[in-house]
């Protein structure tokens, strides 16, 4: 499971360092591609193999669901860990993220996400954190 957040700086050639808590689930090599709510979302190779499987079994009459996974999956990318342990974001998915400096990277569940530092900050909000809690409670979630 990942948790926790850690803030870094991408270099000038892409490269960002992966926090060494989340290099130990996710291994040496994963998968990282366009997540939602702007964001790039990281799977460990185990993971990311559930995530084809579930999608494999979708029909492709569904347009949402044909357009879902050319969004999802043609902006995958295999990354690989060097020496540093560093990875090199491919240029499209920075672009999408926003990410030209300042990362924050966010463990949740099975996942990691991938942040530009001002998305984050823009995205965290949580004054209605008691509504959202109500209606995740009506989806049978408790803490």
């Known amino acids: 499971m990942f948790m926790g957040e850690y803030n870094h700086t991408i270099d000038t050639k892409g490269r960002l360092i992966v926090p060494s808590k989340f290099r130990e689930q996710l291994g040496n090599e994963f998968v990282i591609t366009k997540g939602l709510d702007g964001c790039l979302f990281v799977y460990s190779n185990e993971e990311w193999q559930n995530i084809e499987n ?4 979708k029909p492709l009459t569904s ?17 690989e860990v060097d020496k540093q342990g560093r990875i090199l974001i491919p240029n499209n998915l920075r672009e999408y993220a926003g990410i030209e400096k300042d990362v924050v990277s966010v463990g949740v569940l099975s996942r990691v996400e991938i ?26 979630f408790g803490i």
């Open 115 to 140: 942040w530009s530092k001002e998305k984050w900050t823009d995205n965290g909000d949580y004054d209605d954190m008691d509504e959202i809690a109500e209606h995740m409670a009506e989806l049978g």
């Open 54 to 57: 579930s999608f494999r079994d």
């Open 63 to 79: 347009k949402d669901a044909r357009k879902f996974m050319r969004f999802f999956f043609a902006g995958a990318a295999t990354c």
